[in-house]
């Protein structure tokens, strides 16, 4: 009785505060929204409402086998090729999800992309245009050939990117050994029976320093009514994601840490332009912190490492370079051969990509050639010398250049730098290009 005397004063007091103080009233909003996301976070992890862990793995064939049929006997195909666009209750949340799941995945033309549970490929469908070789793995052949019929009526498909639909047993990735640079799941590991089998396949299949990222839904997806009936009607899975033991179960399958981004739809927020100023010096961080564990409660974003990555010159961050020529002058007789011994530092962040000259960031030490007197540039196109390797941040390459003989007797300058191909020569991000003297006698 006493504890129960003492609560309602404490509250009629903190009313009559808040009644008076907007500081209190805010204060108090702090502390109702942690606490209610501190509630909700606590809550152990649902058991799915059929199933046991031990069922759900057991049942993998049947799982899959159900998938397949699902896609099949579907009667409305239209609405499957049309996606996202046909979706009309969730266009907006399409187009952000795939927003995030690309920058996170840090894509560049030219990445090989695979998306495990493909489905219709429609989101592929748009890496393909993007310029990205794409892989699509799922173990419904009836979606996969919906998905090359996609590609197949879209007259800007780009079929030199070659892309591949493969059927797979849902236990084994039919690719080899570190064959994609980034992996894509959207919506799709929460429908995954046996992740432990598949997050080890993923692992094998991706190369070092390479992404996987997954949109899924949000914990307690497998208890709505919507997934009851799904499961109901098809007999497909409907599980939930639990980030927490996703993230021991990701390590002890090969990768080396695993991320959650803290982001959704329902956090964008309109302002008052009036109130803008007042927001942006976190008076109305209440409000957003309560949007921001609604949308943690919507859906998920899951980023997975394997090993250290590094940004590649397929998408650069840092470009630096250290240029030294084996020799500090050249001299060298009209119409002979100029050949000399360069090493090239990676001094930056980003790891040069070696390859032919028509792919996005392929790494080339530049020459160029100047007259000394006056000083103008002959050709600034006079030579590229290709990688051997790829070479991360911090190694180095001794390159053996042949360069193009020089007809002319006279003093030269020779500038040296590096470029990514379709991308952008070094010098343009700061780097300092090295220049050669060179006497043509």
């Not at 780009?158 to 059927?167: E, R, T, Y």
């Not at 980023?303 to 840092?318: F, S």
Request: with cysteine; glycine share 6%; proline share 7%.
């Amino acid at each position: 009785m006493r504890t129960q005397v003492l609560a309602t004063i404490i509250v009629g007091v903190t009313e009559w505060l808040a009644e008076r103080s907007i500081r209190v009233r805010r204060l108090l909003t702090v502390v109702y929204d942690r606490l209610y996301a501190t509630e909700w976070m606590n809550r152990p992890p649902a058991a799915h409402s059929r199933f046991t862990p031990e069922q759900i793995v057991a049942r993998t064939d049947i799982f899959n086998a159900a998938a397949d049929r699902y896609f099949a006997e579907q009667t409305d195909q239209p609405f499957l090729l049309g996606k996202p666009y046909t979706d009309i209750d969730n266009f907006a949340r399409r187009f952000f999800d795939i927003g995030v799941v690309a920058h996170w995945l840090r894509l560049a033309p030219g990445d090989v992309v695979m998306e495990l549970g493909a489905g219709t490929c429609w989101l592929l469908h748009f890496l393909n245009r993007y310029g990205c070789p794409t892989i699509a793995v799922d173990v419904s052949p009836a979606a996969l050939e919906m998905g090359r019929q996609l590609f197949e009526r879209d007259p800007q498909t780009n079929w030199d990117l070659d892309p591949q639909f493969l059927p797979y047993d849902g236990h084994r990735i039919p690719l080899s050994d570190g064959h994609v640079d980034k992996i894509l799941l959207y919506d799709a590991f929460h429908h995954v029976p046996n992740q432990d089998e598949v997050l080890r396949e993923m692992a094998r299949v991706l190369k070092d320093g390479g992404v996987v990222a997954m949109c899924e839904p949000a914990p307690g997806h497998s208890h709505t009514q919507a997934s009851l009936d799904e499961m109901d009607a098809w007999d497909v899975l409907e599980n939930d994601i639990d980030v927490e033991a996703l993230e021991q179960r990701a390590l002890a399958c090969g990768f080396s840490r695993m991320t959650v981004v803290p982001i959704g739809l329902p956090l964008s927020v309109e302002v008052p332009a009036g109130s803008l100023r007042d927001f942006l010096l976190g008076r109305e961080l209440g409000h957003y912190w309560r949007l921001w564990t609604t949308a943690m409660r919507v859906v998920t974003y899951i980023v997975v490492y394997k090993g250290e990555y590094h940004a590649t010159t397929r998408n650069p961050d840092n470009l630096q370079a250290r240029i030294e020529p084996a020799v500090d002058r050249g001299r060298v007789t009209a119409g002979a051969p100029i050949q000399l011994h360069v090493r090239v530092t990676n001094t930056g962040d980003t790891r040069w990509l070696c390859g032919t000259p028509d792919r996005r960031g392929t790494t080339q030490l530049a020459a160029n050639l100047h007259r000394i007197d006056p000083d103008t540039c002959i050709d600034p196109k006079w030579s590229r010398t290709l990688l051997p390797r790829d070479v991360p941040p911090g190694d180095h390459v001794t390159l053996h250049v042949v360069l193009p003989t020089i007809e002319t007797p006279g003093e030269y300058r020779i500038e040296f730098d590096v470029i990514a191909e379709h991308v952008c020569a070094f010098a343009e991000r700061g780097s300092p290009t090295t220049d050669l003297p060179m006497t043509i006698i």
